[in-house]
């Protein structure tokens, strides 16, 4: 429990030193991608908003090594539920379940990731967007959906992500 605070704390405390500290030296450049908005960093945007998506397909086709491609080594993530995971984890629940082994309690059968919104802080990034699932949880399939924050690095000529965070969406009774 006490590593998921200090992940989270981790994940909050980068987001806000990114939107304080490197904000300001940025601010009057016009190159700054929020929206879909066109400007000097669209190409970026389009390239992370791509991995977004590349990294939902993978997961969903269980290609373990797309996601290894996309996250970096020093990766954490926690998702909606308030599940820690690093690389190796989220490898691993890509795959797909072995032959005669029981299917998992829980599965995603269908994400569409939309809403999204990228800042580029030179060669760090956050892409914030809205997750809608098609999951399936013992047996009864249901649709959550989730705001999502990544943060990606670019290091060694190419952009990977480093830390993930989703909140999932509670809607209020009807």
Request: glycine share 6%.
């Amino acid at each position: 429990m006490k590593q998921i605070f200090l992940i989270t704390m981790l994940n909050v405390t980068l987001s806000a030193t990114l939107s304080l500290v490197v904000w300001p030296q940025t601010s009057k450049q016009s190159d700054k991608q929020v929206g879909g908005k066109p400007n000097g960093n669209a190409g970026v945007a389009q390239e992370l908003m791509q991995l977004e998506h590349a990294w939902s397909a993978a997961y969903l086709k269980h290609d373990a090594i797309t996601v290894a491609r996309i996250l970096a080594d020093d990766y954490v993530g926690i998702d909606g539920r308030a599940m820690f995971s690093n690389k190796t984890e989220e490898m691993e629940e890509a795959k797909a379940p072995l032959p005669g082994t029981p299917l998992p309690e829980r599965s995603v059968l269908d994400e569409t990731i939309s809403d999204m919104q990228v800042r580029v802080y030179g060669k760090a990034a956050i892409v914030t967007g809205l997750s809608t699932e098609k999951v399936q949880f013992k047996g009864k399939e249901s649709i959550v959906r989730y705001r999502r924050t990544t943060v990606y690095i670019k290091r060694q000529g190419r952009w990977q992500c480093v830390s993930f965070h989703a909140s999932r969406i509670i809607e209020p009774p009807k």
